[in-house]
């Protein structure tokens, strides 16, 4: 099954920013949404952000007014402009795509912020 593939992830002071990426292959299309998700040590996976085929974004409370999501349609790629990261951002972030009734996953990238 095909795989997305992040990026962008690392270490960074709180207070900084990164971006992340995720690239889908070109064998997926129709693509109707993606969105990111992120996972804590010890923690559930959580939703992060969404956006949907038409633009339109959604973002959970913990992150609105500090990142960003977006899409690049022509290159398959979705986008997550992070800023003001705190060390409670720490996590992998992972990405989800849906397209014609099939959803797809990453492998995810590790975000660390220190305090």
């Known amino acids: 099954q095909e795989q997305l593939v992040e990026s962008g992830g690392g270490l960074v002071q709180a207070g900084g920013s990164l971006r992340l990426s995720c690239s889908a292959p070109?064998?997926?299309?129709?693509?109707?949404?993606m969105a990111w998700y992120r996972q804590a040590p010890g923690r559930q996976r959580e939703w992060v952000a969404h956006i949907n085929g038409d633009g339109s974004t959604s973002y959970a409370d913990s992150v609105k007014g500090r990142f960003t999501v977006s899409g690049d349609n022509a290159k398959n790629t979705l986008y997550l402009q992070m800023n003001g990261l705190k060390p409670e951002d720490t996590a992998v972030y992972y990405c989800?795509?849906?397209?014609?009734?099939?959803?797809?996953w990453g492998q995810g990238t590790q975000v660390t912020v220190s305090s």
């Open positions: 989800k795509l849906w397209a014609r009734g099939r959803n797809y």
């Open positions: 070109g064998s997926i299309f129709s693509v109707s949404a």
